[in-house]
């Protein structure tokens, strides 16, 4: 084994073993510790956070409001909830009944490091992945017509996407800790798998914040919702409903779109039916993926995930693919936020890229989106 894969291994198993920690399943003594000393690291996370948020309670610091209606997209975990695809989906939702959006990125890991950058214009993208992220850059690719701007400070970023597009929408990716902007409309997102990040706060969990961070949804997303069963889907529910009242409950599913081959060639999705491939991507949730893959028909023979916002190397892929062709496998699939990431060059086998879109329901709540951008508008 290279040092290359040696590494990669240690970083998969670690995150792995974190995850059977923080769950419980994890074992023996050293575990127990270990969960022990995270359980105080939460405590003194806890303090901190509300000790950093009682100023905005009292009302001594004060949210900026942006000169537009902002509609947050976020979530309560860490961890995979599918906030891209949706951001994507509502924007596109959003652009066709005639809104004209723009999307804020906090750009991670990008090499900008935070810095203020327009990613696209709409029209065509002006960063690579490598700069702005993998996330703002697939949102770029899979959204003309939507102008993507990042930047650490949501304030600055705003302003520049208010003064070079003049949006009637800004949507605020991953914003529901953005504690110095002001929303008109927070969406929360949580996934039906594993909702509530164990129950606990980082690091001993996997929550941001406590579960009460719910009641400032004006909708919770359910995502994932086809995942679990029935009698469990409405015992989440009924807990959501009783801690954010308010708040529009909205199922979620996530539903496979066309692949296409990395040279933009469509495949339609009845491509995979019947065929051997190999999984590999570097997303939150990687067992999802190889899922819905094998949802579509597909054979899959390998799964590779990797820590979320890998980036990936020529070497990595070219020893991927050579692993795919061993197992006999005719491609190797991966998601559109890797794709963007990828280094072109011949492999032994096809890369095909596979895309998501996300399935609402009721599926009139981006009309409340809509909703809320005219009150606010009529109120400018």
Known sequence: MSELDSDLSLSVKGAG?????????????????????????????GAGLAMFLLPYKLGIRKRKRLD???????????????????????????????????ILSRGYGGSLGGRTAIV????????????????????????????????????KSGRLAIDKFDPDVILLDDGLQYWQ??????????????????GRLMPRGMLREPVAGLRRAAAVLITNSDRVAPERLSELKDRVAGIAP???????RARPGDLRGLDGRKLGTDW????????????????????????????????????????????????????????????IVTTEKDAVKLPRGKTPVPVVVSDVTIEFEPRSFVDAALDTVGKVEAKR
């Not at 993998?134 to 650490?152: F, Q, S």
């Not at 308010?246 to 979620?252: D, G, H, Q």
């Open 246 to 252: 308010s708040a529009t409950l909205v199922e979620c």
């Open 181 to 198: 902007m002001h929303r008109d409309m927070d969406i929360v997102l949580i996934n039906a798998v594993e909702p509530f990040g164990y």
């Open 17 to 45: 073993y974190c995850l059977r920690l923080i769950s419980g399943e994890a074992g023996g003594p050293a575990a127990a510790a270990l969960r022990a000393g995270l359980s105080v690291l939460s405590v003194v996370y």
């Open 120 to 155: 696209s214009d709409g029209s065509s993208r002006m960063l690579s992945a490598e700069e702005c992220g993998d996330e703002p850059a697939m949102l770029a690719d899979l959204l003309p017509g939507v102008p993507v701007v990042i930047g650490k400070n949501r304030r």
């Open 272 to 331: 995979l039916r019947g065929r051997r491939v190999c999984a590999f991507c570097s997303i939150g949730s990687p067992a999802l993926f190889a899922e819905t893959l094998t949802g579509l028909g597909a054979d899959v023979a390998l799964e590779f995930g990797y820590p979320d916002h890998h980036r990936w190397k020529p070497e990595e892929i070219q020893r991927i693919a050579a692993a795919a062709v061993d197992a006999g496998a005719e491609a």
């Open 68 to 102: 537009r209606p902002v509609i947050s997209i976020g979530n309560i975990t860490f961890g995979g909830t599918g906030k891209t695809p949706t951001v994507r989906t509502i924007a596109a939702k959003l652009l066709a009944r005639g809104a004209r959006p723009v």
